[in-house]
């Protein structure tokens, strides 16, 4: 089936439960209003269900290519590219200063969930591009905005983040890419980076690497890092592209799933040296880059929102188009769609909550983002800065994980035919795969989570945060419904198994790390299903209200019933993670490493 944007499901989750109206109120974001949403989104809607959504399947099939150090993107790809561009979406979030369209992250999160559930493989590349913004942004001079931020915004050029080495995964301490500095003020470069994304293509005209190296003598370590531009082609006096620098693209990977996006192996320097411009400071590179790797978390978990979305539209077609066996209830006399069959309602209904919670949770999110950066209140920006952080590793970690679960189920919905590549069903599943893994495995955010989120205020924060969903309990309680009453209960046993949690990681993150890290995924989907059921919750609540307004009641009711769903059949698996984190630690460290 195509791609239809859940629209109606973005606009409610910014007007009900991430504030735009809010949002529009802020300096810088007068023109935000749900109006201007409405009409951004539709068109982008437009964009992604045309342009984007008809390329996915074939560019699976027909992926890029690489030869003779350049690669070929899918047939179509470029021609989409030029249309993105000139629609303007890559600016869509960035300051109107450098051409962009100064909207909020609100907006810009929900228009790249769209551009991800059209065909994730292509939207890799201006997601790479938004984080080079933002680290240009916050600490590239005023001479390297000048030249590089309006083509970057305006997408004529696009933006890399080269971290990995063939030595150097997740642990960039060991980098080992060396710098030499110039009498001129530039550096030159050299060095070998692997899995970089979109590190070669041929759908802009410069592509704007941005890479950490060592500085001859610097420090060991992360304290010996820099941050360098290296463009593909150096920057002529008039800001066209000139001569050809010293980096290469000498192979791309053959990967299990998101095959059209080119993950590049880039060498840097055999010519004598890349030309690279120092960002910032000597040796606080890895600082400067982490606003790239905080900027690609959150959209890699708006990613799996985005790819699950469309494993459940899918599904959903499937399971209405597909006749098999008659219903166990004996509504149709022969056999039906089997979307009549309890397990495969049980499915879809699980694919559904698990989307619309973490998209709600994801917009809530991007909310508190706008606020942190642009309230005129210290102490409001303050408070929405901590839950943004706080969010994060959850919308990235919980996110991707469910993204797994989501396009696994919708794999099973098809069953036979799920396993055979041509449904399309099987490519949901393999690209989501490399999701929990890049931009920080789902342990690497776990362990943000239980570190610098949870452990270093002594669980303070958690607990704020367990106080205000206390208070959406409260009002549930209040409404008198049966699926108010019931998502109270499990919203409440859920709180309360987050706060066992909280405890147990903020006593012995010190004192038994090994204890407390060893429960740190489960402690990630603890939380990340806490918050999502929460959200979830309050849109409840507001679905409540406008059905005794009597407004959108078909729209409303089925708001009631996914909660109530996620609430039966999702936060009940909290108290059993509880159980897993405070009593089992011991068990995963008990096997002698020799015995494995």
């Known amino acids: 089936m195509s791609y239809q944007a859940p629209v109606k499901d973005m606009l409610f989750n910014m007007q009900h439960l991430a504030g735009l109206e809010e949002i529009a109120k802020l300096p810088g974001f007068e023109e935000a209003s749900l109006e201007t949403a409405q009409s951004v989104l539709e068109e982008c809607a437009k964009f992604n269900e045309e342009v984007l959504a008809p390329l996915n399947h074939p560019a699976d099939v027909a992926p890029s290519a690489w030869a003779d150090k350049k690669v070929t993107t899918s047939k179509g790809f470029k021609e989409a590219y030029q249309k993105f561009t000139e629609g303007g979406w890559q600016g869509l979030q960035h300051p109107v200063a450098f051409g962009g369209s100064g909207l909020p992250k609100t907006i810009g999160a929900a228009c790249g969930e769209m551009a991800n559930s059209a065909n994730v493989s292509f939207a890799l590349c201006p997601m790479l591009t938004d984080g080079a913004i933002e680290a240009l942004l916050t ?329 205000q969903i206390e208070k959406t309990e409260a009002q549930l309680r209040a409404s008198g419904s049966a699926a108010a009453k019931s998502t109270a209960l499990h919203l409440g046993q859920a709180r309360k198994a987050f706060l066992d949690a909280v405890d147990f990681v903020a006593a012995n993150a010190k004192s038994n790390p090994n204890a407390a890290y060893a429960g740190s995924v489960p402690y990630l989907m603890l939380t990340g299903n806490l918050f999502a059921g929460w959200q979830l919750a309050r849109a409840l609540l507001v679905a409540e209200a406008e059905l005794k307004a009597g407004r959108q009641t078909e729209f409303m009711q089925a708001k009631i019933a996914t909660a109530h769903f996620y609430a039966e059949h999702i936060l009940t698996r909290a108290p059993a993670v509880r159980d897993a984190i405070v009593q089992g630690a011991g068990s995963v460290m008990a096997l002698d490493m020799q015995a494995f």
Not at 285 to 293: A, K, R, S
């Open 139 to 467: 600490a590239g001079s005023d001479a390297l905005k000048a030249t590089y931020l309006a083509k970057l915004v305006s997408g004529q050029w696009t933006g890399t983040m080269n971290l990995t080495e063939p030595q150097a995964g997740s642990d960039l301490s060991l980098v080992r890419s060396r710098a030499e500095p110039k009498p001129d003020g530039t550096y030159r470069i050299f060095g070998t980076k692997i899995f970089i994304t979109y590190g070669e293509h041929d759908m802009a005209e410069n592509i704007v690497h941005l890479v950490l190296a060592r500085v001859q003598g610097a420090p060991e370590g992360v304290k010996g890092i820099s941050l360098f531009v290296v463009p593909k082609f150096l920057v002529q006096a008039d800001g066209s592209p000139g001569e050809r620098n010293d980096v290469y693209c000498v192979s791309i990977e053959h990967k299990l799933g998101i095959k059209a996006s080119p993950t590049a192996v880039l060498q840097l320097g055999d010519n004598g040296g890349a030309v690279g411009y120092l960002v910032g400071e000597e040796n606080r590179g890895l600082e400067y880059m982490f606003i790239m790797m905080n900027a690609a978390r959150y959209a890699v978990g708006v990613q799996g929102i985005a790819v699950a979305e469309r494993a459940y539209q899918k599904a959903v077609a499937y399971a209405r188009e597909r006749v098999q066996s008659r219903p166990v209830d004996g509504s149709v006399a022969g056999p039906a769609s089997i979307i009549h069959h309890p397990d495969v309602r049980r499915m879809l209904m699980t694919m559904r909550a698990l989307t619309q919670g973490t998209r709600a949770l994801a917009l809530t999110a991007a909310a508190a983002y706008d606020a942190a950066h642009h309230h005129p209140d210290a102490e409001v920006r303050r408070q929405n800065q901590t839950f943004y952080e706080f969010a994060v590793p959850l919308v990235k970690g919980y996110s991707t994980e469910i993204s797994l679960e989501v396009t696994s189920l919708g794999v099973q919905v098809h069953g036979g035919m799920g396993f055979i590549e041509e449904t399309g069903a099987a490519q949901y599943y393999r690209d989501a795969r490399i999701l929990t893994i890049y931009e920080g495995t789902t342990a690497i955010q776990a362990n943000d989570l239980v570190g610098r989120k949870t452990a270093r205020d002594g669980g303070q924060t958690a607990r704020a945060l367990a106080a």
